[in-house]
T-cell receptor, first 109, second 116 residues
Framework: GEDVEQSLFLSVREGDSSVINCTYTDSSSTYLYWYKQEPGAGLQLLTYIFSNMDMKQDQRLTVLLNKKDKHLSLRIADTQTGDSAIYFCAGGGFQKLVFGTGTRLLVSP | KAGVTQTPRYLIKTRGQQVTLSCSPISGHRSVSWYQQTPGQGLQFLFEYFSETQRNKGNFPGRFSGRQFSNSRSEMNVSTLELGDSALYLC???????????????FGPGTRLTVT
């Protein structure tokens, strides 16, 4: 089955760029997603990328996909304290999503 | 448009009891998925329902079950609760269901279940 790995923790200063990385094993996902979870809340879809794309930009968010290496990344430009949260990458399997382990992003002023 | 609602938000149960959690999807959404979130195992897929039919099921014991009603509202039931069932249970709704093209899933705030 699908296995999705992420680094557990990332700490940046306000105004810097953040890069969250994700590796996956199953290359059959048509879409790959990034979700954000704030304390006490559910998951919020941030952005997604179609599997035949290499890059997608959405305001401060840039998603890079390297299908050869099965590597997905999320870059947040001009990171703000409000971006502090847990970020999950996910692949679309048959009638389900397979989530990564989550990366806790801490943004300090 | 109202978001996904889950009730109750918090629940404390004793080992051996059973529990029913409820999820009301966004109006017009026919797919409801359930996920279990724990610190140790992360987010794990439980099952997905579409138009009252279970289309996919995760790797959980038979104590975990669910159903969907004609109005797309869904319930999940856990019988004979174990301490390890303590988790945040999230439901998500979408129009077509996960994995079927780009069908954005909207998550509810979750029900936090504590088993003592």
């Amino acid at each position: 089955g699908e296995d999705v790995e992420q680094s557990l923790f990332l700490s940046v200063r306000e105004g810097d760029s953040s890069v969250i990385n994700c590796t996956y094993t199953d290359s059959s996902s048509t879409y790959l997603y990034w979700y954000k979870q704030e304390p006490g809340a559910g998951l919020q879809l941030l952005t997604y990328i179609f599997s035949n794309m290499d890059m997608k930009q959405d305001q401060r968010l840039t998603v890079l996909l390297n299908k050869k290496d099965k590597h997905l990344s999320l870059r947040i430009a001009d990171t703000q304290t409000g971006d502090s949260a847990i970020y999950f990458c996910a692949g679309g399997g048959f009638q389900k999503l397979v989530f990564g382990t989550g990366t806790r992003l801490l943004v300090s002023p | 448009k109202a978001g996904v609602t889950q009730t109750p938000r918090y629940l404390i149960k004793t080992r051996g009891q059973q529990v029913t959690l409820s999820c009301s999807p966004i109006s017009g959404h026919r797919s409801v998925s359930w996920y279990q979130q724990t610190p140790g195992q992360g987010l794990q897929f439980l099952f997905e329902y579409f138009s009252e039919t279970q289309r996919n099921k995760g790797n959980f014991p038979g104590r975990f079950s669910g159903r969907q009603f004609s109005n797309s509202r869904s319930e999940m039931n856990v019988s004979t609760l174990e301490l390890g069932d303590s988790a945040l249970y999230l439901c998500a709704s979408s129009q077509r269901g996960p994995g079927t093209g780009m069908s954005e899933q909207y998550f509810g705030p979750g029900t936090r279940l504590t088993v003592t």
